[in-house]
């Protein structure tokens, strides 16, 4: 029995990965960066868990299979997948080429529905858990256009995937984060400043800090893993920033 997270290695897949590890195996996915898989595993080990790490990229479907056959070489039944892989790449609109687009796309939503889809019929078996890592940007936009049209897609996929799988009893979920304190939102903060942009200004007056840190995401995925009746929710979890 096993979690997979993707993007389990660093950030608040880490967090994820670390939090979910107290109680149930986890597969720790990653894209490169084996050296922090390998030390998200052993601090899962170190806590008396039981965790692997497993190179895959969550934009290429293969790999996605590949993810999913170990984890259950490893472990057997997935009682839940965490979509979290992300990447961002804040640019102006006009900047954004084709290939940037598609690969911010290929792996926050194609990537989320490729490990879906390959997890399908083991999660129906366990009637799991779905929960996808999208982002206020999905709901309020953002700075990368692409990164907020990939998140606003997983609120979509997360609705349509609640109804088809509802019936075996899987529940599918996003938490919605807004800014957390991980690499991915210093590249965001550098370009906020870079650009001089105004729209995320006063932020400091509704939130008890700009950014959060990821323990509170992970804090949210386990309330979802452990609640048997939310179904087909997308919780917001950004200290209010969403009534700005
Ligand atoms: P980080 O950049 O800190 O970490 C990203 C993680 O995703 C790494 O483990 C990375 O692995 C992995 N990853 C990236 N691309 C792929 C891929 N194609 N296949 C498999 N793994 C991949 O990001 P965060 O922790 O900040 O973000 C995690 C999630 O939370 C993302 O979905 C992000 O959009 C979302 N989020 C983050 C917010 C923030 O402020 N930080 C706010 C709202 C949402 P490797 O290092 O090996 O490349």
């Known amino acids: 029995m096993a979690v997979i997270v993707t993007g389990g290695s660093r950030g608040i897949g880490r967090a994820i990965s670390e939090e979910v590890g107290e109680t149930t195996p986890v597969v720790v996915n990653y894209r490169s960066d084996a050296s922090a898989a390998a030390e998200t595993v052993a601090a899962i ?13 969550v934009s290429n479907p293969d790999d996605a299979t590949k993810l999913i056959s170990i984890a259950r070489e490893e472990y057997g039944e997935i009682t ?14 006009e900047e954004i080429e084709p290939a940037q687009w598609q690969s911010v796309i290929g792996t926050n939503l194609s990537g989320a529905f490729y490990v879906t889809q390959a997890a399908a019929s083991a999660l129906r078996e366990t009637s799991g858990d779905v929960v996808m890592i999208s982002s206020i940007g999905g709901t309020g936009g953002t700075v990368d256009a692409s990164y907020a049209a990939s998140k606003a897609g997983l609120h979509g996929l997360t609705r349509a995937l609640a109804r088809e799988f509802g019936d075996d009893g899987v529940q599918v979920n996003a938490i919605a ?44 995925v386990r309330y979802l893993l452990e609640n048997p009746y939310v179904q087909g929710e997308i919780l917001c979890v950004n200290g209010g920033m969403q009534f700005r």
């Open 80 to 93: 839940a997948v965490v979509n979290n892989a992300g990447i961002t790449r804040p640019a102006q609109v």
């Open 177 to 220: 984060p807004g800014p957390v304190e991980t690499d991915m939102n210093d590249v965001i903060v550098k370009y906020l400043e870079s650009v001089n942009f105004k729209g995320h200004e006063g932020i400091g007056t509704h939130l008890p800090e700009y950014a959060c840190n990821p323990d509170a995401i992970a804090h949210s």
């Open 45 to 57: 080990e170190a806590d008396g868990g039981d965790a692997v790490s497993v190179q895959a990229d």
